[in-house]
């Protein structure tokens, strides 16, 4: 099984923060992804990374960024923490070519204050 | 037309009920379709993955997909409370695309 975890469940940050969510998986998947989920919104992609250092915008980019120096570990970036990024904050990865094989993280509930 | 539709629910059944989850999609290029299913403050997980119409079986539950008429459902047979959860589906067009296009999900509650 895919074993994507991410480095807190709940998080709270006040307006203007830098903040840091970090992923990692243990599958040697060449995709990795950030999602955040909103009630009545569903899943949106934020960026998705299909190599190291290699990165792409997905649906909802604006405000975040990503970083990925290693294989196993995504990062997402909230420059400046704004309230309407309080959301809950899914990582994916998944194998080259194999959408099925995409498995998610727990998620990080982020709070903004 | 929204590209993939889905009711959001709530959807209650009693227990050992036969549940039926639906969606709708637009997208012709879709080739693979999945439906997964997410526990209340967990990730999604890949509950069930098919690429061509006709049913899918796995021991409670059935993918259905008709391409034709662009539909595909999600049958639960015998339902119990653990299967109360958010039932999302999701599609793909295949190959190195990395796109998945998910309903925004439904909501199922099963009471003992």
């Known amino acids: 099984d895919v074993k994507v975890t991410q480095s807190s469940r709940y998080l709270v940050k006040r307006t203007g923060e830098k903040v840091f969510l970090e992923c990692v998986q243990d599958?040697?998947?060449?995709?990795m992804f950030w999602y955040r989920q909103d009630p009545g919104l569903g899943l949106r992609l934020i960026y998705f990374?299909?190599?190291?250092?290699?990165?792409e915008k997905g649906d909802i980019p604006e405000g975040y960024s990503v970083s990925r120096e290693k294989k196993e570990r995504f990062s997402l970036i909230l420059e400046s923490a704004s309230t309407n990024q309080t959301s809950m904050y899914l990582c994916a990865s998944s194998s080259e070519g194999l959408a099925a094989s995409r498995g998610f993280g727990p998620g990080t509930r982020l709070t903004v204050l | 037309q929204k590209e993939v539709e889905q009711d959001p629910g709530p959807l209650s059944v009693p227990e050992g009920a036969i549940v039926s989850l639906n969606c709708t999609y637009s997208n012709s290029a879709f080739q693979y379709f999945m439906w997964y299913r997410q526990y209340s403050r967990k990730g999604p997980e890949l509950l069930m993955y098919t690429y061509s119409s006709g049913n899918k079986e796995d021991g409670r539950f059935t993918a259905q997909v008709d391409k034709s008429s662009k539909y595909i459902s999600l049958f639960i047979r015998d339902s119990q409370p653990s299967d109360s959860a958010t039932y999302l589906c999701a599609y793909h067009s295949g190959g190195s695309n990395y796109k998945l296009t998910f309903g925004k999900g439904t909501l199922l509650t099963v009471n003992p």
């Open positions: 599958m040697d998947h060449e995709n």
């Open positions: 990374s299909y190599d190291v250092k290699m990165k």
